[in-house]
Structures are given as structure tokens and as C-alpha cells.
């Protein structure tokens, strides 16, 4: 049978010769042009991967992403125009297998699709980045305190994210502020340091004397390096 892939593409000047190219190379194609499109062709039946598009109209495809992520291990090539290396690393550590910019080849997309198809699916591991008693999934957006399962509004679980993918590291203001809100955000930074203040009070022991997140004064945050906690 004809490996099955799901596009998920609002934008039909792309989904419809991308579809009709990969029928060309042997695929059997299915179109959704929105989250709600893509979840009921998954509750229709599992494809073989998913080439899935970041922006779309009723959603976010990286949250689809994890979504499907939580009960699935079908293969997952995201879609996006975006091409900075934080949207690759974000759109992989939620478990996609592949991150291709438009504009693209089809041609090269569908050589990519069959070098997935090939390696298979791998055992699914229980992926995570942790520091003293403080653990973080990002698939799964779940984050624990020893054996206490804390549970963070987006934006803190975010930027929890950024600072413990580099624990041990100086992050600067202006790197967190880009790559958890936005390079176009307009409001104050004093936020930034709002939601500092609210993790601290979920993980530190002593908000006021702080292990894991410390200031860098003038420059921004460090999380603390597994190392800098001798007693966990």
C-alpha cells in the first residue's frame, strides 16, 4: 500500500501542487487546511507522517504537534516560512522529526519523507532536561518539583524552558524576551522579571535567596548548572 501522509496547510496555493507532486511520488494524500481538519483526520485513522504547518488558521501546529505527540509516535515534518534556529529547536524538542522552510522542493521534501519512512519508528524515550530536584518535559509541557507536579501558565513554562535549555549559561534580557514573547513586543520588560519573581516562588526553596534562578545584574538570568547544586 502507498505510505499515507497527512498535509496540514491552510494556504491552497501550496497544499495543492505539494499534494498532487507527492501523489506523483507514490504517496496516498490527505489535506487539512485547519487544526480541527487535521484532528478529525486523525481520529479517522493514523497516517504514516504528517507534514504539518506552524501557522494556521484556528491553531498553532507546534501545539497540534504536541498534542499528537502525547499518544502517537507517527512521524511529524513541520512546515513553516519562519527560519530562525530557536523555531527548528522548539518545533524538535516537541517531538517533530523534521523542519522544513518554505519556500521548498518537492522533490527534496519527498526524498526526506522516504528517508524518515525508512529509519522506522524508534522506541519512544521519556525525553526531558533536569537540574537539581527540578525536572522539565517539553513534549509533554509537564514540569516537576522532586515528586511535585507544578503547574505553569504558558509564558513561565516558556521561559523556564529557555533558561534550563542553557543551565549553567548567562542568558541576556533581550534573548528571552525574543524568544519567549516576541521580537515584536512592545510592552514593558518589567515582565520579564514578573514571571522570574512567580518561578521562583514554585521551585526555589527561598525566593528571596534563589538557587536555581539567580540575576546577572545588567545582563539577564542564569539558571543554575547541576553542578552549582550540591545537595540537589
Keep these: 500500500m502507498s505510505p499515507r501522509i497527512l498535509v496540514v496547510e491552510d494556504e491552497r496555493a501550496i497544499s495543492e501542487p505539494l499534494a498532487e507532486s507527492l501523489a506523483r511520488e507514490g504517496f496516498a494524500v490527505e489535506v487539512a487546511d485547519t487544526v480541527a ?5 486523525l481520529r479517522r485513522g493514523e497516517p504514516d507522517l504528517i507534514l504539518l504547518d506552524v501557522m494556521l488558521p484556528d491553531g498553532d501546529g507546534r501545539d497540534l504537534c504536541r498534542e499528537v505527540r502525547r499518544g502517537s509516535d507517527v512521524p511529524i515534518v513541520m512546515l513553516t516560512a519562519r527560519g530562525e534556529e530557536i523555531d527548528r529547536v522548539v518545533g524538535l524538542e516537541l517531538g517533530a522529526d523534521d523542519y522544513v522552510v518554505k519556500p521548498f522542493s518537492a522533490r527534496e521534501l519527498a526524498a526526506r519523507i522516504r528517508a524518515i519512512l525508512r529509519r522506522g519508528r524508534p522506541p519512544r524515550r521519556p525525553e526531558g532536561i533536569a537540574v537539581g530536584r527540578v525536572r522539565l518535559e517539553p513534549a509533554a509541557r509537564r514540569v516537576t ?12 513554562f516558556d521561559l523556564l524552558h529557555a533558561l534550563m535549555r542553557r543551565a549553567g549559561e548567562v542568558v541576556r534580557r533581550e534573548e528571552l524576551m525574543e524568544e519567549v514573547w516576541d521580537r515584536n513586543w512592545f510592552g514593558s ?7 522570574v519573581a512567580a518561578l521562583r516562588k514554585r521551585i526555589e526553596d527561598d525566593p528571596a535567596e534563589p538557587r536555581y534562578i539567580t ?6 538570568f542564569r539558571f543554575a548548572a547541576a553542578d552549582d547544586l550540591v545537595d540537589g
Design 37 to 41: 481538519g487535521a484532528e478529525q483526520a
Design 189 to 195: 520588560t518589567k515582565t520579564l522579571d514578573v514571571h
Design 145 to 156: 518539583r522532586g515528586d511535585e507536579p507544578l503547574e505553569l501558565p504558558p509564558r513561565e
Design 215 to 220: 540575576t546577572v545584574r545588567g545582563v539577564g
